[in-house]
């Protein structure tokens, strides 16, 4: 089946650790994004990728990196820079490629900062 | 201005009635739009896409769409309490794909 996997569910950061979130698709999309969501809150834009080894800055990418070396994966590490990182992590793949199409979302990963 | 905006709520209403929400966006270049529905603590998941202007059915739900406004409006009809959730509003352009906060919906029985 196809679908669009994050893990871990559960993560736990210390102060001053670098975490990495990982998101993998087998749907054949071509891009993909990060979203934070914090309680009562929508989905904020951190970043986003549209094809293989490009990727832009979202509304709040400041304290995260991403990759995207292949067209399968889309991993967000949260630095240390990010000071408040304790919130719900989605990733979401798209197919550009069709106008009538949707974004579809793994099963999120909720961070905590301890 | 935030580029897609919706009423937070919580929207209240009882169950069978026609619950309406409400979506605005600032990019007159967004050319799709999508509303999901989300649960507490789970992600989103698709109810409807629209991207030409005029209404598109699905069931008990309605999307609509007015570009020239920067509009675009979700009417469930016959609300079930199944149908509390939070709605969310998107709109894509050109590979950004932008949410909205989300409209909290409560169905009473």
Same mark, same amino acid.
């Given at each position: ?114 | 201005?935030?580029? +897609? ?7 209240? +209403?009882?169950?069978?009635?026609? /619950? ?42 309605? /999307?609509?769409?007015?570009? /020239?406004?920067?509009? +675009? ?16 509003? /998107? ?15 409560? +169905?009473?029985?």
């Amino acid at each position: 089946d196809g679908g669009i996997t994050q893990s871990p569910k559960y993560l736990f950061r210390k102060e001053g650790q670098n975490v990495t979130l990982s998101c993998e698709q087998n749907l054949n999309h071509d891009a993909m994004y990060w979203y934070r969501q914090d309680p009562g809150q929508g989905l904020r834009l951190i970043y986003y990728s549209q094809i293989v080894n490009d990727f832009q800055k979202g509304d709040i990418a400041e304290g995260y990196s991403v990759s995207r070396e292949k067209k399968e994966s889309f991993p967000l590490t949260v630095t240390s820079a990010q000071k408040n990182p304790t919130a719900f992590y989605l990733c979401a793949s798209f197919d550009r490629g069709r106008l009538n199409t949707e974004a579809f979302f793994g099963q999120g990963t909720r961070l905590t900062v301890v | 201005q935030k580029e +897609v905006e919706q009423n937070s709520g919580p929207l209240s +209403v009882p169950e069978g009635a026609i /619950a309406s929400l409400n979506c605005t966006y600032s990019d007159r270049g967004s050319q799709s739009f999508f509303w999901y529905r989300q649960y507490s603590g789970k992600s989103p998941e698709l109810i409807m896409s629209i991207y030409s202007n005029g209404d598109k059915e699905d069931g008990r739900f309605t /999307a609509q769409l007015n570009k /020239a406004s920067q509009y +675009v409006s979700l009417l469930i009809r016959d609300s079930q309490p199944s149908d509390s959730a939070t709605y969310l509003c /998107a709109a894509y352009r050109e590979g950004k794909l932008i949410f909205g906060q989300g409209t909290e919906l409560s +169905v009473k029985p």
